[in-house]
């Protein structure tokens, strides 16, 4: 496998870009991708998430406008967290070049967005709507966009987006290249391909229904009324940052602010936050100002923050593609993390979906059920079913010793 990405066939200027924002060595997934999509074939690419997809579009997309002057670039993202991820990967790959961007999105200032289209960007990162308003408002010409990168592609279309993409389509070059990456390709992918994509190189690294190796993940079958309880077992068990999924918008705001008043540095982040709200709650995660961050699906693609050492699965998503985004959002970039799913009895059937999902080669063999525990006990399982040992459901939380995290802030349990 080539291990530099000086033999991909990268200009020079890329790749003196590349070594100014520190990466060493390609991932799988650019080392497959980058070279085709040089050559100006469509690419059709899917990989596990966190395997650096968007530097195998960016890449090549930044080599391609550097050699033509006169094209342009748009990716697409079904989330606004992602879009503006999804910038900040690129910024630093266009040091030293003379290509400005814009990042389109929606709850963002229609005026901010209007400064940065007057300069003429040739990379935009946005969402479909807000491309679209702008598309309407004709402060956006996409006339000469020959490059084009669907993100999360699986993820737009359960969002209902494929609508909104075929009208932006209208207003892009019928020759373009066309990149669609996603963590997930199921048939309807597979379909759009087939209808803006010419002969595509299938692109796929790895399994996409399989989280990476470096997860350690664990279910804990458990009673609806004991959740609450043993979350708080876990956030005390458990050191690092915690990222905590919810079903809910108001669920996700409410256990924010009990775990508030528990002490935890925690904060928020759902679909009911305007942007600035979001890209505050963010950075501060970033920066690591808390250790608990409580969200919805909202966070569960385009959060990539490396420090995130455990996802706590406190209700299951409903979209079973959604889980293994959900978990993805640790072990990044090489680093170990891990996952645990809370499964109650009424959980029963969006866990055999996950399962499924998971082990497709287990043809009628029911995921580990949530009904079949003792009463009176809590069984958590390695995922896989291997026993992992019981706790009683009714053990009083006792008082914890103080924890540090890192900055050295203590926190301790105020009862």
């Known amino acids: 496998m080539t291990t530099t990405f000086d033999a991909l066939g990268l200009p020079a200027s890329v790749l003196a870009a590349i070594d100014r924002a520190g990466f060493k060595t390609p991932t799988p997934i650019q080392v497959a991708a980058i070279p085709p999509a040089l050559q100006g074939h469509d690419i059709l690419g899917s990989a596990q998430t966190g395997t650096g997809k968007t530097a195998a579009f960016g890449l090549p997309m930044i080599a391609r406008l550097l050699a033509e002057p006169q094209s342009a670039g748009l990716v ?37 967005q209007l400064q940065q289209l007057r300069r003429r960007p040739r990379i935009i990162v946005g969402t479909p709507g807000r491309i679209n308003d702008h598309l309407e408002q004709r402060t956006l010409n996409l006339s000469t ?19 909104q993409i075929d009208r932006v ?89 009990k ?42 693609r385009g959060l990539d923050i490396p420090h995130i050492e455990h996802v706590i699965n406190y209700d299951l998503p409903q979209c079973p593609e959604d889980y293994i985004h959900r978990i993805g ?30 082990n497709p080669d287990a043809e009628g063999k029911a995921a580990p059920s949530s009904n079949n525990r003792p009463q009176g006990q809590n069984k958590r399982k390695k995922f896989g079913g291997k026993n992992f040992g019981y706790k009683k ?8 010793p103080e924890r540090k995290f890192a900055g050295g802030q203590a926190r301790a349990a105020s009862r």
Do not use: C
């Open 145 to 163: 966009t020959n490059f084009l990168v669907l993100d999360e592609t699986d993820r737009m279309l359960d969002m209902g987006f494929g609508v």
């Open 393 to 400: 459901s009714g053990e009083k939380l006792g008082k914890r």
């Open 169 to 257: 389509l209208k207003h892009m070059p019928q020759q373009r290249q066309t990149l669609l990456f996603s963590a997930t390709i199921p048939a309807e992918i597979e379909k759009l391909a087939g209808r803006y994509q010419k002969n595509p190189q299938r692109v796929s690294i790895g399994s996409t229904v399989q989280p990476i190796a470096a997860i350690k993940q664990e279910v804990l079958h458990i009673k609806d009324s004991e959740k609450y309880d043993e979350l708080i077992r876990q956030l005390y068990d458990r050191k690092g940052s915690i990222l905590v999924f919810m079903k809910t918008k108001f669920g996700a705001k409410r256990m924010a602010e």
């Open 76 to 112: 697409m993202t079904p989330t606004r967290e992602l879009a503006a991820q999804v910038l900040a990967a690129l910024e630093p790959l266009l040091a030293g070049s003379q290509i400005r961007t814009a990042l389109l999105i929606g709850g963002d200032s229609m005026h901010k």
């Open 259 to 300: 775990l508030e008043k528990m002490d935890f540095k925690t904060d928020a982040i759902h679909g009911n936050l305007n942007q600035n709200k979001r890209d505050r709650v963010i950075r501060a995660f970033r920066e690591k100002r808390y250790r608990i961050l409580v969200a919805t699906d909202v966070a569960a």
């Open 329 to 358: 959002r640790t072990a990044r970039n090489g680093a170990e993390g891990s996952a645990i799913a809370f499964i109650t009895p009424a959980d029963g059937r969006t866990w055999h979906a996950i399962h499924k999902l998971m």
